[in-house]
Structure formats: C-alpha cells, structure tokens
C-alpha cells in the first residue's frame, strides 16, 4: 500500500456528502460530437434511455448544438453550476478544460486515459492535478467509466437499469464495474450505487468506502481493489466499523504476477496476499478470489442484511441427486459448514410422511425425482416444513437438478418444487435461510428455463445459485461474517 504524497486534497478532511455525486441536478458532457457517436454522445443516449430527470450540457468550443441540446465552450460558461462533468476528450486537452472551470463544478469524472498509467504521461498526470486545484472540483479517475446510480438514473452501461437497492461499489476497473453491474443484476443485487475509480488521482476507495459505512441506503458494500494510496485510512476505516455492515473484497495483484498487471493497468504498486488476508481477518471483511465469488458473497449478504440473527453455520442439504449431495457436503465441510445429521425425532417424523423407499433421509436429505412428482411436488414441500419445523437450522439448500426435472411432465415438476421453495420461504422463521440452486448442463432450452424460475425465486426472496460450489463459498462468507460479528461487540 503506498501514500501519493501529490494527491489533490493532502492531509485529512472531513467526510464528503456525495449525494451531488449519485443524485446530480446537473451534468455537463464534454467530448460529444456533431460528426460521429463520441464517448459523450454514449453517455448523453444512456442517461435519456434511464430516465434521467436533471438537466444536460454538452460542451464543445465551437459547436452551438449537440444531441439536440444547446451547446457551451467550457465548464463555466453553462447558465448553472454543474453537479457532475463527464469528460471524454483526448488527454492533453482536459487539464485546460477543469482548470477554467472557475469553482462551478463539484465532481468531475474524467474518462480519458493517458495520465500515468504503466509509467506513460506523468507530466499531464501533475497537470491534470493542479488543474483540479485550480478548478476546485473533485475529481473521479481518470481512466474511468463514473458512476452507475438507479436513485439517479445516471449510468455507463446500455441496456435498462435495475432499481434502486442497497448494495454499494466501488472498483478500480471500470470493465469490471460493467461485470459487476450486469453479473449482479442478473443475480438479483440491486444497487446503491457502483462507482468506476479508475487511478484514484484525487477521490479513492477510502474516500467511497466511508461514504458507503455512512449511507443508511447501503447496508452491503463491495470493492475490487487494485491499489490503496492511503492504507492505514481504509484499514482504520474498516476496523472501526466493527463489520457493522458485509464488506466483500476482491483484490487485484496479490500474486506476484497480479502486481506486474496491475502496475501496467493503473500504475499502481499493489500489496501481497499476505497483507489482505490479515486486513480481512482483522476487520471482518470478506476477501473473494474471483468475480464468480465476490457476485455469490453480495447475494448471499444482500439477504442478509435486514436479518438480527447471526448464521450458525447448519445447513440441510435437500435435493435430487445423491452424488451431488454428497461433493456439495464436502465442500460445505472443506470451508468450515456443518452439514449435521438429523436428530432422532426429525427422522421418525420423516418415516411418518410414508416417502417411498428409495429416498434418503438423514441429512443431505437425497428425493429422487420420480419421488419429488409424487402429490404434483407437495412432498417435497411436506419434508422440508417438517425439517425446518424440528431441527432449525441457520440454512435450508434446495437443489435441484434441471436435466432431470424438467423431464417430467413437461417441466410442470420444476413450475410445482420452485412454487414450493416460494411457500416455504414465506413460513421459515426469520432464523432460517432458504437458498436455492439451479443446475444446469448449458443447453440453451436449459438456460433459459433456469433464468425465468431463477428470476421467480429472487423476485420472492430466495437468493439464487447455480452451483452447489457456489452456495457453498456463500454460506462460508456469511458464517465467516456472522462469527466475526458474534465476537466483536456492536459499534456505539
């Protein structure tokens, strides 16, 4: 971790209010052209497409017209002060640009690359610095794509935008900030805000992440990470929260072969593994491996975050399919999930259910489909009320395998089993989670019936996986939070 001593604002200051940032009034757009579709073009074409409702200014030097709105020739010649500037002009250009923007600009974003990155373009970096003193603006990137905000119907990616939600993001990659948008609107997240960082020159991961800890809106944070200026802040900053809210961390450069990418990407010099994984030991955090995990880690969290009960890392496995049922306990055992047996009562009130032989009836609970279609489904429903009801345990995990489901009775069998997961999770106690995981071979017919009854069960609350190695690597996340949050007494 290392300390820009150039770093626009130095020495410490008090916490921003970056409502201007995710709900702006005003935004101002330079690199749009007449000619061709430009960067600012794209992004004026997206805010109308989400609905955006403030008022939008390109800015040219010579154009009066663009996109079908007035044009002005700088930053502080707009008939009002602008709350975000989008800046998407060829690198040697936008130091001029903020600097004449005589204090009328509050957050200035600036997209173009070229300002230090892999050792390149050091002096326009110092000049890009002093512009923004001289501006007095705050400055996201550069090298980055901004923010996505539903609340302010302000995005960087085509497409609809999802609602308003709690989770919250900040990335230094802004092809990873798409990702996680689409990935984990995909899965169900819904988002407070994701903001693309990129080389952090001025406004960084720390500056986010306390706004995120101070918003009432976020209740789950995430954050890739490729390089921290100011380590001690965003450690001190995560101690003190005492985990009061989930903070996934996927990290960037923690091999040796990580760091060289991540220099040439940012120029940043990254910290080893060894450093994080004490960080996330010390704080509570999660720290993820991949994309696959840090997207499963927000969802299993995100459903968490209204729960008062902490997970103690019981689950019932219930499912068809015994050798999967079996490699899914191993990988709940491997990460430090109890898959416990089912008491003496549980099992005797299993017998009273008449379940044909053939099905397995400790825990993981294994009902073969031909078993599951008996009653059109309302057995499985009936085991799964009767388990819940005597052992409560923190998890439920239904699993299901959709090759096989959906051979009988032309897929009725997997409309009835998801319908029954929904009832069920409508009567858990709050104690209990109810996680549900798709599986799938790939083919198309597949997928797509995977997504419509994956989008069925999070439109009901049911957070959804599409592996059993991937609820596993959750529900260690979440048992890794709960017992941090069980040790550490809650913040005054």
């Known amino acids: ?62 154009e009066s017209q663009l996109e079908g709105l007035p044009a002005y020739p700088s930053l502080a010649d707009t008939p009002e002060p602008i709350d975000y500037a989008f800046i998407a002009i060829p690198a040697v250009a936008v ?16 997209m173009s690359s070229g300002f230090g990155e892999g050792g390149r373009g050091g002096g326009l970096r110092a000049a890009l610095l002093q512009a923004v003193r001289q501006g007095g603006m705050r400055l996201l990137g550069p090298n980055c794509m901004g923010i996505y905000s539903p609340s302010g119907r302000v995005t960087f990616t085509d497409g609809q935008m999802g609602d308003a939600g709690v989770v919250g993001i900040l990335s230094q990659s802004g092809g990873l900030s798409i990702d996680i948008v689409r ?52 450690f001190e900053l995560l101690r003190g929260a005492r985990a009061r809210k989930p903070v996934v961390l996927l990290k960037g450069g923690r091999t040796r072969q990580g760091q060289r ?46 729960r008062a009960c902490a997970f103690d890392g019981r689950v019932i496995l219930f499912g068809n399919g015994g050798g999967a049922s079996v490699l ?56 799964l009320d009767t388990v819940a009801a005597t052992e409560r345990p923190g998890a439920v ?35 209990v989670r109810l996680l ?22 999070m439109q009901s609350g049911i957070p959804v996986f599409f592996s059993l190695p991937a609820v596993a690597q959750a529900l260690a996340a979440l048992h890794r939070y709960s017992r941090f949050r069980q040790s550490r007494p809650e913040t005054p």
């Open 397 to 431: 995990v239904m699993h299901l395998n959709l090759p096989v489901i959906l051979g009988y009775r032309q897929g009725e069998l997997l409309d009835e089993l998801v319908h029954a997961a929904i009832g069920l999770k409508a009567m858990l106690p709050a104690a």
């Open 183 to 234: 990935s984990g609107e995909y899965r169900g997240l819904r988002f407070s805000g994701v903001v693309s960082l990129g080389n952090c020159l001025d406004v960084d991961s720390s500056d986010l992440l306390q706004h995120y800890l101070d918003d009432p809106g976020t209740r789950v944070i995430g954050a890739y990470i490729e390089d921290i200026r100011d380590g001690r802040r965003f």
């Open 328 to 383: 899914a306990a191993d990988a709940l055992g491997r990460l430090g999930v109890d898959v416990p047996p089912l008491g003496a009562g549980t099992v005797a009130a299993l017998e009273q259910l008449g379940i044909p032989p053939g099905a397995g009836i400790e825990n993981p609970l294994d009902v073969p489909a031909n078993i599951l279609q008996r009653d059109r489904g309302a057995l499985a429903r009936r085991i």
């Open 1 to 62: 971790m290392i300390l820009d001593s150039q770093h626009v604002w130095p020495g410490a200051r008090p916490p921003e209010n970056f409502k201007a940032l995710f709900r702006p009034a005003t935004i101002a757009v330079a690199g749009v052209s007449a000619k061709s579709a430009g960067q600012g073009n794209k992004f004026i074409q997206r805010l109308r497409a989400a609905g955006y409702p403030g008022k939008i200014y390109p800015i040219h030097p010579t």
């Open 436 to 457: 549900l995981v798709l599986r799938s071979t790939g083919q198309p017919e597949l997928e797509a019936k995977r997504q419509t009854y994956a989008s069925l069960a």
């Open 261 to 306: 990418a991540a220099a040439s990407h940012t120029g940043s010099l990254a910290s080893n593994d060894q450093v994080w994984r004490a960080l996330a030991a010390q704080t509570g955090s999660i720290l993820a491996d991949t994309m696959e995990d840090f997207i499963d880690a927000l969802v299993a969290l995100e459903h968490e975050s209204t």
């Open 95 to 110: 130091p001029p640009l903020l600097a004449s923007a005589k204090h009328r600009v509050r957050y200035a974003q600036v």
